[in-house]
């Protein structure tokens, strides 16, 4: 399994932005989907952005399209989510997730299909 470690969580105002990091450790980087789930107190976990191992395919979420980025850095075995113009109903625990892909564009949009899971990093979006 891939060691997953999230950071860039936090308390920001309504508007602002955040860059969530995930670094991974332990597996071939570059062999692996990537995804960003989050947790909101009382909800079930849900799916954000889901990224390929290319990087040419990725897909969001229809409440944070436009407004998320998911991106990878092969060099830095990193994976970011960039998050932008923030509402309060992102407020939630933000997990970073990822799982060995055969296919190159391939893309994961389940929790089922991720086998490596880091702790998560609390987003608080407030004012």
């Known amino acids: 399994q891939a060691q997953l470690v999230e950071s860039g969580g936090g308390l920001v105002q309504p508007g602002g932005s955040l860059r969530l990091s995930c670094a991974a450790s332990g597996r071939t980087f570059t062999e692996y989907n990537w995804g960003w789930f989050r947790q909101a107190p009382g909800m079930e976990r849900e799916f954000v952005a889901a990224i390929s191992r290319t990087a040419a395919s990725t897909y969001y979420q229809e409440s944070v399209r436009g407004r998320f980025t998911i991106s990878r850095d092969n060099a830095k075995n990193t994976v970011y989510l960039q998050m932008n113009r923030l509402k309060p109903e992102d407020t939630a625990v933000y997990y970073c997730?990822?799982?060995?892909?055969?296919?190159?564009?391939?893309?994961?949009?389940?929790?089922?299909?991720?086998?490596?899971w880091g702790q998560g990093t609390q987003v608080t979006v407030s004012s």
């Open positions: 997730a990822g799982s060995y892909s055969y296919y190159s564009n391939d893309l994961f949009l389940t929790e089922s299909r991720y086998t490596d």
